[in-house]
């Protein structure tokens, strides 16, 4: 079936430095992409999303790519912090799949002092 | 804001006895919320949508007889784990869709259950 998936499983930076998790996806359909940050026993929390009508989406130190050339999604996270440490899981949606989300399967972001 | 709450965070129960887990919408109306379990270092796994008003709309391999799932008003969904197994232990989250044309899923902060 259809499903979208992580390059990288786990990534660790230092304190300061830029982030980038990436994400595959492998239905062209979809047209609505979100990230989402999972603390250790907490729910996802919302970050940032973006329409399948743009390729790029800012917010407050993260940005969101989208490649729909090579279904491809990422995120950036700037300046990254102790406090970005968690697991992130990209999710898609399709346009008439009842509003379910199809989720990556995490990355998990380490950030060294 | 969209923050959603759940009760209780966590539950001890013994086996066969039946825990029922709430969802609220506190500062939105909610006409879909999505009930999903978590096991560890895995990704999340959807496991009803709840419309307000209807029945549930369950996936492939989830036991509507198992996991009653009730969406009375428009800011509250309820998962009762009926006679519940050791199996069945596991984190719960549910997420509820804010409406007016958009698709993000808020989520809350997750029940643990525990089946003795």
């Known amino acids: 079936g259809e499903s979208v998936g992580l390059h990288l499983p786990t990534l660790s930076v230092q304190e300061g430095d830029n982030s980038i998790i990436n994400c595959a996806y492998s239905?062209?359909?979809?047209?609505?992409f979100i990230w989402y940050k999972q603390e250790s026993g907490k729910g996802p929390q919302f970050i940032i999303d973006?329409?399948?009508n743009m390729d790029k989406r800012q917010g407050q130190r993260v940005t969101v790519l989208l490649n729909k050339t090579v279904k491809h999604l990422s995120l950036q996270i700037a300046a990254t912090q102790p406090g970005d440490s968690a697991v992130y899981f990209c999710?898609?949606?399709?346009?008439?799949?009842?509003?379910?989300?199809?989720w990556g399967l995490g990355t998990s972001l380490a950030v060294n002092p | 804001g969209a923050v959603v709450s759940q009760h209780p965070s966590w539950v001890i129960c013994k086996s066969g006895t039946s825990v029922k887990i709430e969802c609220r919408s506190l500062?939105?109306?909610?006409?879909?919320m999505f009930w999903y379990r978590q096991f560890p270092k895995q990704s999340l796994m959807l496991m009803a949508t709840?419309?307000?008003?209807?029945?549930?709309?369950?996936e492939q391999g989830v036991e509507k007889d198992k996991f009653l799932i009730n969406h009375a008003s428009l800011t509250l969904s309820t998962l009762t784990v009926t006679s519940a197994h050791p199996e069945d232990s596991s984190f719960y989250i549910c997420?509820?869709?804010?409406?007016?044309?958009?698709?993000?899923?808020?989520f809350g902060p997750g029940t643990r259950l525990t089946v003795l």
């Open positions: 997420s509820a869709i804010k409406g007016g044309g958009t698709d993000t899923q808020y």
């Open positions: 500062d939105f109306q909610a006409t879909t």
């Open positions: 709840s419309n307000e008003g209807s029945k549930a709309t369950y």
């Open positions: 239905n062209s359909a979809s047209d609505y």
């Open positions: 973006i329409r399948s």
């Open positions: 999710a898609e949606n399709t346009a008439g799949n009842n509003r379910k989300l199809i």
